[in-house]
Nanobody
Framework: QVHLVESGGGLVQAGGSLRLSCAAT????????MNWYRQAPGKQRDLVAR???????DYADLVAGRFHIARDNNRNTVYLQMNSLEPEDTAIYYC?????????WGRGAQVTVSS
């Protein structure tokens, strides 16, 4: 069974930084693309960043240049480094992958950015 567990959320002032981690179990992690999504209150869940098995990265326009996604295949962990945070980045951040065609989600990590 696949499990994703996020950590590293919290409260930060605008302009600050946070790093989220997502530990994966139950999959051959190195062959999976891994994604970070976020969902703000009353809004849909949107893709923030993606890293494929070869290390290719993609970012949503709103976070490009401020966020950085990385993976450590030895630790089965994907990271999201978030810099220059803005109040608009406040959301629950979810780790995601697809296993046998189905989405797998973590429980999420709350990120709150105060102005």
């Amino acid at each position: 069974q696949v499990h994703l567990v996020e950590s590293g959320g919290g409260l930060v002032q605008a302009g600050g930084s946070l790093r989220l981690s997502c530990a994966a179990t139950g999959i051959n992690f190195k062959i999976y693309a891994m994604n970070w999504y976020r969902q703000a209150p009353g809004k849909q869940r949107d893709l923030v960043a993606r890293i494929d098995s070869g290390g290719k990265r993609d970012y949503a326009d709103l976070v490009a240049g401020r966020f950085h996604i990385a993976r450590d295949n030895n630790r089965n962990t994907v990271y999201l480094q978030m810099n220059s945070l803005e109040p608009e980045d406040t959301a629950i951040y979810y780790c995601n992958t697809k296993n046998r065609g189905s989405d797998v989600w973590g429980r999420g990590a709350q990120v709150t950015v105060s102005s």
